[in-house]
């Protein structure tokens, strides 16, 4: 099974920094990789799919990008409404996989 | 507008099956595949299977093969995931998902409401 590894787990920050949040795949996954936000008792959002396309209503201030089997979603400038946390998963094959996890804090 | 709409919260007892519902609206719903994931309180998201509506071919993540099963009714529009030799491990909220293209592996766009199962004696 292809293995997500997802960092930091936890990320402290304050509104109008840029965040990085990366996942790492076990093995090559092409672009078959999408990115969540998930808030308290809400189920979770789409962000990014493709690795890097930004879904249809998503502020620009996301953004994904790929560099072999690393991927990085990026917050531009955080908003209040950024703190939540973040997922990523895998579609390249069976079974599909999420990451642990990004926790985004207010610092 | 599109939309799944998923059945309420259990509370079973170890040893028992649930199934939950998620009822598919405002778009086609023969033309993508729906998932099942799950999260246990304070815990991160886990796929557990897919389910093609089309023509029912299912797959399963190999941790729940043997007591997950994916069905779909395509006369009313709806999947039914039912887990089951329930233990309190599997107290969870389970979701429902929607593919957002024709295709198994399009990203998941859409979302139920998600139901709480609860696995206590």
Redesign the interface.
Request: proline share 8%; charged share 10%.
């Given at each position: 099974?292809i293995q997500l590894t997802q960092s930091p787990s936890f990320l402290s920050a304050s509104v109008g920094d840029r965040v990085t949040i990366t996942c790492r795949a076990s093995q090559g996954i092409s672009s078959?990789l999408?990115w969540?936000q998930?808030k308290p008792g809400k189920?979770?959002?789409?962000l990014i799919?493709?690795a890097s396309t930004l879904?249809s209503g998503v502020p620009s201030r996301f953004s994904g990008s790929e560099s072999g089997t690393e991927f990085t979603l990026t917050i531009s400038s955080l908003q209040p409404e950024d703190f939540a946390t973040y997922?990523c998963?895998h579609?390249?094959d069976?079974?599909?996989?999420?990451?642990?996890?990004t926790k985004l804090e207010i610092k | 507008q599109v939309q799944l709409v998923q059945s309420g919260a259990e509370v079973k007892i170890p040893g028992a099956s649930v199934k939950v519902s998620c009822k598919a609206s405002g778009y086609t719903f023969t033309t993508n595949y729906i998932h099942g994931v799950r999260q246990a309180p304070g815990q991160g998201l886990e796929w557990m299977g897919i389910i093609d509506p089309s023509g029912g071919a299912t797959n399963y993540a190999q941790k729940f093969q043997g007591r997950v099963t994916l069905t779909r009714d395509t006369s009313t529009s709806t999947v039914y995931l039912e887990l089951s030799s329930l233990r309190s491990e599997d107290t969870a909220v389970y979701y429902c998902a929607r593919s957002m293209g024709s295709s198994s592996d399009d990203a998941l766009d859409i979302w139920g409401q998600g139901t709480m199962v609860t696995v206590s004696s």
């Open positions: 099974d078959y999408a969540y998930q189920a979770p959002k789409l799919y493709d879904q997922y998963l579609l390249n069976y079974p599909y996989t999420f990451g642990q996890g | -």
